[in-house]
C-alpha cells in the first residue's frame, strides 16, 4: 500500500518567495495533519482537516500560512511569502477515524525539508 | 491539555541488549491512545506501537511491547534484542478518543545502540 506521499521532498527558496508543498494522504483515511518539526519547538501541529474540512489552525503561526484540501485525495500548505525563520521540516500526516474504545495512529509522510536564505 | 513527558534526551544501550525508553503523561481525557513513532536519521516517522486506555493487556509488535501503568499513566516502550538499526529518536505520542484529534508528541530520546 502506498503511504502518504509529500513533495518536494527538499525545498530552497529565498526570503519573499512563495513555497507551496503537497501532499496526498492514505486512501481511505478521514484525516489529513500538517505538522512542523524545528529543533527548537519539535512537532508542532499547524492544522488538520477532517473530510476535506479544515477543523482546527489554531497552531498555524500567522497569516502568512495557508492550507487547503480540495480533494480527498490532495492537499497543500502555502506560505507566502517565506521567511527564514519558516525553515523546518514540514510533515504530513493522515489517519482513520477513532471510536470511542480505539484509536487509530497518524500515518506520516516522508516530510519536506524547507530552507529560506 | 494533554503533556507528554520523556525524561531521556539520550540513552546508549550494546547491542543485543533490552533497552527501556520512558514515557509519562498527564491529560483529563477519560479516554486516550499513545503510540510511539521512531525517526532514524534519514527523516521519517515510522509508526511503531499503540496503546489503548481501555485495553487490558500491554501492547506488542515484535521486538517492541509497551509496559503500560495507567495508575502511574506511563506508557515505557521496551525494545528487545537491540540493534544497530535501532537507533534513531523515539518519540511517545498521545491522541484523545474524543474531541480534538490532535496527536501531542513529547520531546524525543535519541537512542544509540552500540556494537
Known amino acids: 500500500d502506498a503511504g502518504v506521499i509529500q513533495s518536494p521532498r527538499h525545498e530552497v527558496t529565498e526570503m519573499g518567495q512563495e513555497v507551496t508543498l503537497r501532499c496526498k494522504p492514505i486512501?481511505?483515511?478521514?484525516?489529513l495533519f500538517w505538522y512542523r518539526q524545528t529543533m527548537m519547538r519539535g512537532l508542532e501541529l499547524l492544522i488538520y482537516?477532517?473530510?476535506?474540512?479544515?477543523?482546527?489552525d489554531s497552531g498555524m503561526p500567522e497569516d502568512r500560512f495557508s492550507a487547503k484540501m480540495p480533494n480527498a485525495s490532495f492537499s497543500t500548505l502555502k506560505i507566502q511569502p517565506s521567511e527564514p525563520r519558516d525553515s523546518a521540516v514540514y510533515f504530513c500526516?493522515?489517519?482513520?477515524?477513532?471510536?470511542?474504545?480505539?484509536?487509530?495512529?497518524?500515518?506520516f509522510g516522508n516530510g519536506t525539508r524547507l530552507t529560506v536564505t | 491539555a494533554q503533556k507528554i513527558t520523556q525524561t531521556q534526551p539520550g540513552m546508549f544501550v550494546q547491542e543485543k541488549e533490552a533497552v527501556t525508553l520512558d514515557c509519562t503523561y498527564d491529560?483529563?481525557?477519560?479516554?486516550?491512545?499513545l503510540f510511539w513513532y521512531k525517526q532514524p536519521s534519514s527523516g521519517e516517522m515510522i509508526f511503531l506501537i499503540y496503546?489503548?486506555?481501555?485495553?487490558?493487556q500491554n501492547a506488542t509488535e515484535g521486538r517492541y511491547s509497551l509496559n503500560f501503568q495507567k495508575a502511574r499513566k506511563s506508557a515505557n516502550l521496551v525494545i528487545s534484542a537491540s540493534q544497530l538499526g535501532d537507533s534513531a529518536m523515539y518519540f511517545c505520542?498521545?491522541?484523545?478518543?474524543?474531541?480534538?484529534?490532535?496527536?501531542?508528541f513529547g520531546t524525543g530520546t535519541r537512542l544509540t545502540i552500540i556494537p
Open positions: 500526516a493522515s489517519s482513520l477515524a477513532r471510536g470511542a474504545y480505539y484509536n487509530s495512529p497518524l500515518h
Open positions: 486512501s481511505g483515511h478521514d484525516y
Open positions: 482537516f477532517n473530510n476535506n474540512v479544515p477543523i482546527d
Open positions: 491529560t483529563s481525557d477519560p479516554s486516550y491512545g
Open positions: 496503546q489503548g486506555s481501555y485495553d487490558q
Open positions: 505520542a498521545m491522541r484523545p478518543n474524543f474531541g480534538n484529534e490532535k496527536l501531542t
